[in-house]
């Protein structure tokens, strides 16, 4: 199952360089100027998660409905978690995420670094929602310079 999606872009102009078309205007061939992106098929990823995990998530959405604020010290128990979800029509079965991003370098002797773009879901319960298993992988950014968050994620969350 393939289930990412890769696009390599320059890094100056912002143009994709997958397209093999007239289009492309960037002459810039070094590879110091391309960055390869790799996008998760969101789609699949999370209706396999979300269907793995959706009877602790009914548990768990259960025992925070009927627990309060005093009993535990979780982020679905907080003001701004419960007035988003006050807004929302009754009923109303849904999922939000947590979304972690950090970059490390991939070698001494150059500036080559990585950058990875997880989530969590929140209405997983405490216990489950940091394993390594249940954590999404959503982009990688393989390149010679800081990703530009509009052109790095325009793909994955469109």
Known sequence: EELFLKRSICTTCNQNLNHHNDNIK????????HADIYDIDVNIVFYQLIDRLWPEIIEYKQQLASSSSSEYNDIPLNALYRNMISRLAYGVDFVSLILHVDGISLCKS??????LLSGIFIEVPPHLRYRRHNMILLSIWIGYNEPKASTWLSSCFH
């Open 26 to 33: 960037c002459n810039l061939t070094e590879e110091k100027f």
């Open 110 to 115: 150059s500036k080559l670094t990585m950058w």
